[in-house]
T-cell receptor, first 113, second 114 residues
Framework: AQSVTQPDIHITVSEGASLELRCNYS??????LFWYVQSPGQGLQLLLK??????LVQGIKGFEAEFKRSQSSFNLRKPSVHWSDAAEYFCAVAPYNTDKLIFGTGTRLQVFP | DTGVSQNPRHKITKRGQNVTFRCDPISEHNRLYWYRQTLGQGPEFLTY????????KSRLLSDRFSAERPKGSFSTLEIQRTEQGDSAMYLC????????????FGQGTRLTVV
């Protein structure tokens, strides 16, 4: 069965520091991959997605993610974190030719000034 | 365009009562999805519609749950005989197209069953 693992439940970084959030997926083929952010009281917002092509994907708010097929990973990165980035981050996969998203359990990011 | 709208935002109900939530997708989005999110978990897929046709239902969707999208526009999710385990955030999302495309999420309806 398809699954998504986000090993880090909670991450704390200082403002201006770099960030990497880990995501591993389990699927027989290359799925479609997504990162969403959820702020308190807000809906899920898409940061970036990977369907095919260049394995380094650029998203909104200065985020990027790299798809590594050999490691079944799709880690999210940001070179310099801002206090407004504090939120819950979800990695998700959509198996090929389906419409449902399978989400990980999320990583809560806390940013200290 | 005002995005995906969900009503109500919060609902408190007594165990055993029926509740209904509404989702208004982005105009002209032909696909509509329902997810459920419990505390500390990611959203879990419940069901999805393409236009008015319900194309897939999760095994999470027990017989007490029913979803409709009668005219291919707004959708309702009804829970009959609510149980405390139904307490969760119910999220709606919509997208346009025939393949995996970006799904836009609403802010959700938080259900508390007491």
């Amino acid at each position: 069965a398809q699954s998504v693992t986000q090993p880090d439940i909670h991450i704390t970084v200082s403002e201006g520091a770099s960030l990497e959030l880990r995501c591993n997926y389990s699927y027989g083929a290359t799925p479609y991959l997504f990162w969403y952010v959820q702020s308190p009281g807000q809906g899920l917002q898409l940061l970036l997605k990977y369907f095919s092509g260049d394995t380094l994907v650029q998203g909104i708010k200065g985020f990027e993610a790299e798809f590594k097929r050999s490691q079944s990973s799709f880690n999210l990165r940001k070179p310099s974190v801002h206090w407004s980035d504090a939120a819950e981050y979800f990695c998700a996969v959509a198996p090929y030719n389906t419409d449902k998203l399978i989400f990980g359990t999320g990583t809560r990011l806390q940013v200290f000034p | 365009d005002t995005g995906v709208s969900q009503n109500p935002r919060h609902k408190i109900t007594k165990r055993g009562q029926n509740v209904t939530f509404r989702c208004d997708p982005i105009s002209e989005h032909n696909r509509l999805y329902w997810y459920r999110q419990t505390l500390g978990q990611g959203p879990e897929f419940l069901t999805y519609f393409q236009n008015e046709a319900q194309l897939e239902k999760s095994r999470l969707l027990s017989d007490r749950f029913s979803a409709e999208r009668p005219k291919g526009s707004f959708s309702t999710l009804e829970i009959q005989r609510t149980e405390q385990g139904d307490s969760a955030m119910y999220l709606c999302a919509s997208s346009y197209g025939t393949e995996n495309t970006e799904a836009f999420f609403g802010q959700g309806t938080r259900l508390t069953v007491v």
